[in-house]
């Protein structure tokens, strides 16, 4: 099974988080994350004014995800170079982790050649659930289905199904879900 560690731009969105959770809760890949990671996905929130909430959701996501956490050791990051050095750390976690896949949306900000250098492969995440729900469609499906119906509760008021996967930036994931519900 791969290791992916997962990016705050992708886990800090919480329909993207459930359903990239429920591809891992079904076995489709282990999830991966440093402390680091978790508290950029907290000050997020709180930029956002939701703060305490975000805090309630992080626990539980390391409660359910105890070995999801990756102990990054002092000065892993030196000697990484990358566009953004404020990345550094992400790097240093997927390679602490010994992770196969790093899923990002900030696609320019983790050149190939040097994720490749440490046997790592970048993925967005429309094309890594893309790839997941061609090969599950049926899993893929019932996923998405949970976490639609968990956005609607949360809302009190129909959502349209493909504008909140697009809105959380999958929009190959919402275009392959309208097709198969055909």
Same mark, same amino acid.
């Given at each position: 099974?791969?290791?992916?560690?997962?990016?705050?731009?992708?886990?800090?969105?919480?329909?993207?988080?459930?359903?990239?959770?429920?591809?891992?809760?079904?076995?489709?890949?282990?999830?991966?994350?440093?402390?680091?990671?978790?508290?950029?996905?907290?000050?997020?929130?709180?930029?956002?004014?939701?703060?305490?909430?975000?805090?309630?959701?992080?626990?539980?996501? /390391? $409660?359910?995800?105890?070995?999801?956490?990756?102990? %990054?050791?002092?000065?892993?990051?030196?000697?990484?170079?990358? =566009? *953004? !050095?404020n990345d550094r750390h992400v790097l240093a976690a997927a390679?602490?982790?010994?992770?196969?896949?790093?899923? /990002? $949306?900030?696609?320019?900000?983790?050149?190939?050649? %040097?994720?490749?250098?440490?046997?790592?492969?970048?993925?967005? =995440? *429309? !094309?890594?659930?893309?790839?997941?729900?061609?090969?599950?469609?049926?899993?893929?499906?019932?996923?998405?289905? /949970?976490?639609?119906?968990?956005?609607?509760?949360?809302?009190?008021?129909?959502?349209?199904?493909?504008?909140?996967?697009?809105?959380?930036?999958?929009?190959?994931?919402?275009?392959?879900?309208?097709?198969?519900?055909?």
């Amino acid at each position: 099974m791969n290791r992916v560690l997962i990016d705050t731009c992708v886990l800090y969105p919480s329909i993207l988080r459930g359903i990239l959770l429920g591809c891992a809760k079904a076995g489709l890949f282990e999830p991966l994350w440093s402390d680091r990671i978790l508290e950029e996905w907290r000050r997020a929130a709180e930029r956002n004014g939701i703060g305490a909430e975000s805090g309630i959701e992080i626990a539980l996501v /390391t $409660a359910d995800w105890r070995k999801a956490v990756v102990t %990054v050791p002092e000065g892993a990051e030196d000697g990484l170079t990358l =566009p *953004d !050095e404020n990345d550094r750390h992400v790097l240093a976690a997927a390679i602490a982790g010994e992770a196969q896949e790093l899923l /990002t $949306a900030n696609i320019s900000d983790f050149p190939t050649r %040097v994720l490749g250098q440490h046997g790592i492969v970048r993925r967005h =995440p *429309d !094309e890594f659930l893309l790839e997941l729900a061609l090969a599950q469609p049926e899993v893929i499906k019932g996923i998405i289905d /949970t976490v639609h119906a968990m956005a609607e509760t949360g809302k009190g008021e129909r959502v349209n199904r493909r504008k909140m996967l697009q809105r959380s930036g999958v929009p190959r994931v919402a275009k392959w879900d309208a097709i198969a519900e055909r």
